[in-house]
C-alpha cells in the first residue's frame, strides 16, 4: 500500500466509523459492518483491511473474532461502556455478581472484572488456559461469566448505561447471589456488609420469594442474616419452613467449624465457637 493510498482509505474508514455510530451500532459484527460499508463506498474485498487499519488507529477495538466496538472520538455521545461489552460477548446474560453490587451502590470497592450471569446451556468465550487473570480478556478488561441452570436464571432489572439499557440483576437478586458465591463478590464480609446497606430498602417478600426459588442453603443463610438484623420471626417464617436436610455453612467459602443454630440448620462458621 502506497502512503498515498493508506490515508484516504482511512478517511473512508473513519466514514464507516461515523456511520456505525449513527445507525447505532456500538458494538458490530463483521456481517453489521459489511451492510453499510457500500453506502461509504468501500468494497467488501477490502474491508477486513478498513478494519485492521481502524483498529491499529484505535478508532475501534477488537473484542473477539468478528466482533468490534467504537472507540474514537468521532462516535460521539458517551463511550462503549464495559458492560455493553459483556452483553455483546454474550448476549443472553445479565451483569451480576460484584459488577452489580458496585453498580447499585452497595459497595465502595470497585471489582478488577466484570462479572455476568448467563445459563449453562450459552456459550461463552473463553481463552485456553482460562488466561493468567481468570475469564476472557478483552483490551485490559476481563469478563467472567457464571453460569446456571435456566431456572435460576431470573431476577433482573434493565438499567441505562450512558446511551444504551443493560439487564443487570436487581438488588435483592445480587445479594442472594452474594450469599451462594462470595467469590465472586470479594469474599463474605463484602456481602455483609451490602446486606446492611439494603436492609431498609430491602423489599422482603420479592427477596424471600427469589430465596426459595434458588436453593435451600441460601434461604437458610438468608433467614438466619435477617433475624440477627432483627427482622420478625412471622416474617421470615416461609424461609424457616423449608426443609433442610444437613446444616449449612453460613460462609460457603470458609471452614466447617463453628456453632450450629437447629432454627435455620445454619452452621456459624464466622465465630468459630463451639455448638447451640
Not at 48 to 74: C, D, F, K, M, N
Not at 155 to 165: D, L, R, Y
Request: glycine fraction near 12%; include cysteine.
Amino acid at each position: 500500500m502506497t502512503t498515498a493510498t493508506q490515508p484516504r482509505r482511512t478517511n473512508v474508514g473513519m466514514e464507516l466509523v461515523r456511520l456505525m455510530a449513527e445507525e447505532g451500532h456500538r458494538v458490530f459484527t463483521m456481517g453489521e459492518a459489511r451492510k453499510l460499508a457500500p453506502k461509504v463506498g468501500i468494497r467488501q474485498a477490502y474491508l477486513p483491511e478498513a478494519l485492521h487499519l481502524l483498529t491499529q488507529g484505535g478508532w475501534i477495538a477488537g473484542v473477539r473474532r468478528g466482533l468490534y466496538s467504537l472507540s474514537g472520538p468521532l462516535t460521539g455521545g458517551a463511550p462503549v461502556h464495559e458492560f455493553e461489552i459483556a452483553t455483546a460477548l454474550v448476549p443472553n446474560c445479565a451483569i451480576s455478581h460484584w459488577s452489580a453490587l458496585h453498580h447499585h451502590g452497595l459497595t465502595e470497592q470497585i471489582p478488577r472484572k466484570v462479572f455476568a450471569t448467563t445459563t449453562k446451556d450459552t456459550w461463552v468465550p473463553y481463552v485456553r488456559g482460562g488466561g493468567s487473570k481468570g475469564g476472557y480478556p478483552v483490551g485490559k478488561t476481563y469478563y467472567q461469566f457464571i453460569r446456571v441452570i435456566p431456572e435460576r436464571f431470573f431476577g433482573f432489572e434493565k438499567v441505562w448505561i450512558g446511551e444504551v439499557k443493560i439487564q443487570m440483576t436487581d438488588p435483592e437478586r445480587t445479594l442472594l447471589d452474594g450469599l451462594a458465591m462470595p467469590q465472586y463478590f470479594g469474599g463474605f464480609g463484602e456481602v455483609l456488609n451490602a446486606l446492611g446497606l439494603l436492609k431498609e430498602k430491602l423489599d422482603l417478600e420479592k427477596m424471600i420469594g427469589y430465596a426459595i426459588r434458588m436453593d435451600v442453603a441460601v434461604g437458610k443463610r438468608l433467614g438466619w442474616l435477617l433475624e440477627k438484623r432483627g427482622f420478625s420471626a412471622a416474617k421470615l417464617e416461609r424461609l424457616a419452613k423449608v426443609p433442610c436436610p444437613a446444616f449449612q455453612k453460613l460462609d460457603p467459602s470458609g471452614p466447617a467449624n463453628g456453632p450450629c443454630h437447629k432454627r435455620w440448620m445454619i452452621q456459624d462458621n464466622l465465630s468459630g465457637k463451639g455448638k447451640s
